[in-house]
């Protein structure tokens, strides 16, 4: 299979920009990663644009921006696994042959909704009689505490260490730590989350330039390279299902494994989809970082801090760095690329020279409307 | 580069069902084209949903509905070119090896907005002031009537060639045939056009398989074959543009010619984006059935007549058989599979052998907003 390099990434700092145009979010991401790749805008041969609710044309509307126009633009959404869904098309198009380089962008802006929990498919009867992400990650949450003696200062614990990476990270829309206690003072969003065990919304871009092997050697001397672009949908499952097991994550990440030759014992830095703090723990599980049931013994280990076995979410995660829906799989690119050439500074996970992008979305009914995409990069 | 083919396709007829929920319109067009292609669902390895306005995660409810789950499936969005974005990711994906067998569904629900002219680009300060799709192409054809001397007559024949075809096509949402003077008399809209000269507004799905070719000798005894696939964007041009000239069309079909190595002698049937009447004469001439400025003549020689040089749109195209956004340009696939197949019937294009799809999305400012995908079919 032709080999296949990630050159160049950029963002803008997650936040909250109801003033900004979604063009106006996008185009400084996507400048930012040409700069850092040192090419020009018209060696870009094609574009993939993951968002979930930017409206029409959210692509062209950006490149067009800044005179990037002509090429082939391709909008693509899965829910919160859009501009990861973006990557594994951009991946597979370069694979392919069809291009040598290819531009990835990832854009929301969810400020234009006014904030709060937003339902997903209003199509679906169980989200209109109330299972919005917060209380089907909940009913998780529950699941497993019962199962495993998960206690909620475990649970908490994920905010903690995700809220002090985020603190280390400019890019972040949340910056400041936070104790145990605080987290679980918060104001109750669905028992067992309080507010700060679930991730903030905003706005936010992120873009990746994707390119050959033999395209990345010629300019850059520290190309990263694409392992595993991995992509599962749900299976929908009658009658009982064990909640405390991420199905879609568990498959996608054997998958994505295989594909890189690689398995958990060699990942140095993962980033997960840590919409609410118990996911993170059901990701340590899925991903073999740890046994199932025993992921919040892992946390308090310290095994997944900055300078542990595997750092996961040194960014600060959706928690603390945010979750602009489909922004959210090119910034953890971007991260997972920053710490592979050891450009993290205060947050860097030392010597990391594999690392595992993840993100998932939907997932409601039956879990067959969900999704999951997995890229596994190493230096 | 490995050779691709379509195998089955599918649609439900076009036409208004506020009561079906998006997913209750896609998936008979799903099971329609599974079993066109005489495969099991199981069969299927990825698909790809094109959608403009669906929502998110519109392939994967349709697919649920089905019991298709656990493949890749992306969504993807190119205003009114999202599923023949879709066909060309499908194309892609097959051509590259990465699998087998792929489906696309096209699929929009207008109903749910009430009717009426939408707002492509509610960012986009030309739109908020006034020019919506209507006023584009109305000033297009107030300028080619000015240069070409095209009459209101000629441009009521493209109503009257399309909709005497639409009566000939089961899955068409238009099946009264009307006159010239029944268009010139129907409501104005945008001088020049009146009613009938405008596509109406509806709800559709279209499904499509597509294979290697390998994969489409053991199943079928007669594929479709995907000649060439292609999309271009817009580009920017600032000062005067030549309005008579579709210059994304222009510039895809060449590239789609070069690709096939066809040319416009080679087309017998060709299904292209009339929007608006104008729209269609436009294509003539970037297709190069005839020269700039001759469509009105082309048109009424009856060339682009069932019977004709070149038979276009004779599924009815967008004025009669219908314009549901997302869906368009799978069914304009759906009616060049059947047609090269020979199972059209009362408006079958006689002895067809290549023909083409054309669906163009977007191209407001400065036309650097737009799409344009094509697709050339041989038996």
Not at 338 to 349: H, P, S, W, Y
Request: glycine share 12%; hydrophobic share 40%; proline share 5%.
């Amino acid at each position: 299979m032709r080999e296949v390099a990630v050159i160049g990434v950029g963002m803008i700092p997650f936040g909250k920009y109801p003033d900004r145009s979604l063009a106006d979010l996008g185009w400084p991401a996507v400048k930012a990663a040409l700069k850092d790749a040192g090419i020009e805008r018209k060696q870009v041969e094609a574009a993939y644009c993951g968002t979930a609710l930017g409206g029409m044309m959210a692509g062209q509307r950006i490149l067009g921006k800044i005179g990037m126009t002509g090429i082939p633009i391709t909008n693509v959404e899965n829910a919160c696994s859009s501009s990861s869904t973006a990557m594994r098309q951009a991946v597979m198009a370069v694979r392919s042959g069809e291009y040598e380089v290819v531009l990835v962008i990832g854009v929301e802006k969810l400020t234009k909704f006014g904030g709060g929990t937003l339902p997903l498919e209003t199509e679906d009867w169980e989200v209109t009689q109330g299972m919005v992400m917060p209380t089907l990650y909940a009913m998780r949450a529950q699941r497993y505490m019962y199962e495993f003696g998960l206690t909620p200062q475990q649970l908490a614990g994920v905010s903690v260490k995700n809220r002090a990476n985020g603190a280390l990270n400019p890019d972040a829309q949340m910056k400041k730590p936070v104790t145990v206690e605080e987290v679980l003072a918060s104001r109750p969003i669905a028992d067992p989350f309080t507010l700060l065990q679930c991730c903030p919304t905003g706005d936010g871009a992120a873009a990746v330039i994707v390119c050959s092997g033999a395209f990345a050697r010629q300019v850059k001397s520290n190309p990263i390279w694409v392992r595993a672009s991995d992509m599962v949908s749900g299976i929908y499952t009658p009658g009982y299902r064990d909640m405390t097991i991420p199905e879609i994550t568990l498959r996608g990440s054997k998958e994505a494994y295989e594909e890189a030759g690689l398995g958990p014992e060699d990942v140095d830095v993962a980033e997960v989809h840590d919409a609410f703090s118990i996911a993170e723990l059901l990701y340590y599980e899925a991903f073999g970082f740890c046994a199932h049931g025993d992921a919040g013994h892992y946390l308090d280990s310290g095994a997944t801090k900055i300078g542990g076995k595997v750092a996961v979410n040194p960014s600060g995660g959706l928690l603390a760095k945010g979750h602009p829906i489909g922004a959210t799989g090119a910034a953890q690119i971007v991260e997972i690329v920053r710490q592979l050439r050891g450009e993290c500074g205060a947050r860097q996970q030392p010597n990391a020279r594999v690392g595992i992008s993840h993100a998932t979305g939907g997932g409601i009914t039956g879990f067959d409307h969900g999704v999951c995409s997995i890229h596994i990069f190493s230096r």
